[in-house]
């Protein structure tokens, strides 16, 4: 983990300096902004451990950024700086979710000791030796790990859903581990690998000569998990009537398996993923609308590879150290790994470690280069647009829409764009665009 950073959010520069000065001599890092759309930038960025703001800014002020950090970042500190005349916005700020305020002139001493509070407090709740598989610096995926971690600390049944490759089974064991059940067994079964014939068994057993080949008593993975919890995956390929027993023992906390006239009371959480859209299954009769509120009484998404890109250098970096374990070191060359940063991820962060694992395998030396991370990459191969590439290709896209708005007619295009007719006839020519192709 990284040492706890305190962000200080304050318009007159003066005082700022002076507190960052303060806080930095008790041993803190800190980071500064002047005004609260230039913190909410910076949390962006990089989230810290807590936010120290002033309550009155010109713009946005304190408790505009703390409405939206307790909207983006419920689990971030906040604490105020506020002066006299304004004490009872900062009580209500409290009562909406600040950690604490403090009045001007501030104490020093009492600064630093409030905000070492609030890092305990914050490093207590980011702890994330509980999901250690999970890489990530994307405020969304982020987000998630905030939400799984809250979420783990109850009983509630969740369903995480994510396409093919994301990563919902690493989550689900990562909530385990920061559930109270974390030292009992983590049990997943992919209800779409198993014919269903078999699941029933599987899941909640069978006795002895209950059907054909069934030569002795098993124990099904329900109960194998006892105080631990169960992980159902791609639970929307579960068979309808499997769905109604799954469903009675969501209820009942009971199996009763294969072949017996008893049921059996089991102590399991079940967890459940799927990539599938349920409530298209649901419309097309496929999936039960009352087990669906059954699994999802927390929702877990977790993003695809392509709108978490600043995560694929680290991803990368944590592949190859696991793939080259028993192997010499291999390093990406910086212009392979722009090309991995570029490229299409239908496969999420599965295709991403094939994609490694074949380079490693196929690297003479050392260092993987970008020819070789480019043909491992096939079709999927692309680079990050250039700004003067991307800007002519969104500039050449807006013009294009204005003409067929305008049927064609120049003046009118060149108004909406708030431009005269000269200026608009340049950059048509400029990018290649001919009025004549959209005249009605």
Not at 77 to 103: M, N
Not at 110 to 126: C, F, H, K, M, T
Not at 378 to 399: K, M, N, W
Request: charged letters at 25%; proline letters at 5%.
């Amino acid at each position: 983990m990284s040492d706890p950073t305190i962000l200080l959010v304050d318009d007159d520069d003066g005082l700022r300096r002076l507190l960052a000065m303060r806080l930095g001599s008790a041993g803190f890092e800190v980071q500064q902004s002047e005004s609260a759309e230039a913190a909410l930038a910076s949390v962006r960025r990089e989230r810290p451990s807590i936010v120290v703001t002033d309550l009155k800014m010109d713009g946005m002020d304190g408790m505009g950024l703390l409405e939206h950090l307790r909207e983006h970042y419920p689990g971030l500190p906040v604490i105020l700086l506020t002066a006299h005349g304004t004490i009872p916005d900062a009580v209500e700020a409290t009562q909406s979710g600040a950690y604490d305020f403090l009045t001007k002139p501030v104490d020093h001493a009492e600064l630093i000791d409030r905000v070492r509070s609030a890092v305990a407090q914050s490093s207590a709740d980011g702890d994330q030796e509980w999901a250690s598989d999970i890489i990530t610096a994307n405020p969304g995926m982020l987000q998630v790990l905030e939400d799984a971690r809250r979420v783990a600390e109850t009983d509630s049944s969740v369903l995480i859903q994510g396409a093919s490759g994301t990563g919902k089974e690493v989550l689900a064991q990562a909530l385990h581990n920061a559930s109270p059940r974390g030292k009992k067994p983590f049990i997943a079964i992919n209800c779409g690998a198993i014919p269903a014939d078999l699941l029933e068994s599987e899941l909640f057993g069978h006795t002895k000569g209950s059907f054909t080949g069934a030569t002795r008593d098993h124990t099904g993975l329900f109960q194998s998990a006892e105080g631990g919890t169960v992980f159902l995956d791609e639970i929307g390929d579960m068979p309808m009537e499997l769905q109604v027993k799954l469903l009675r023992v969501l209820q009942e906390r009971q199996i009763r398996p294969v072949g017996s006239a008893r049921s059996i009371n089991v102590d399991v959480r079940v967890l459940s993923a799927t990539h599938q859209d349920l409530g298209k299954a649901i419309s097309e009769g496929r999936f039960r609308e009352d087990l669906l509120y059954r699994l999802n009484v927390v929702t877990l998404h977790l993003p695809p590879l392509d709108e978490r890109r600043e995560d694929i250098p680290l991803l990368a970096d944590h592949l190859l150290v696991r793939l080259t374990r028993n192997t010499r070191r291999k390093v990406l060359a910086p212009e392979a790994l722009e090309w991995l940063v570029g490229a299409d991820w239908p496969g999420n962060i599965r295709q991403l470690s094939n994609v490694l694992e074949r380079c490693v395998a196929l690297a003479p030396g050392r260092v993987i280069d970008a020819e070789l991370v480019r043909r491992a990459l096939g079709q999927a191969a692309h680079r990050i647009t250039p700004l003067a590439e991307a800007r002519d290709e969104f500039v050449r896209d807006y013009l294009v829409k204005l003409l067929k708005i305008a049927g064609g007619n120049v003046s009118q295009a060149a108004r909406m764009a708030e431009r005269n007719r000269t200026e608009f006839y340049k950059l048509l020519a400029r990018h290649d665009v001919d009025p004549g192709d959209f005249k009605e």
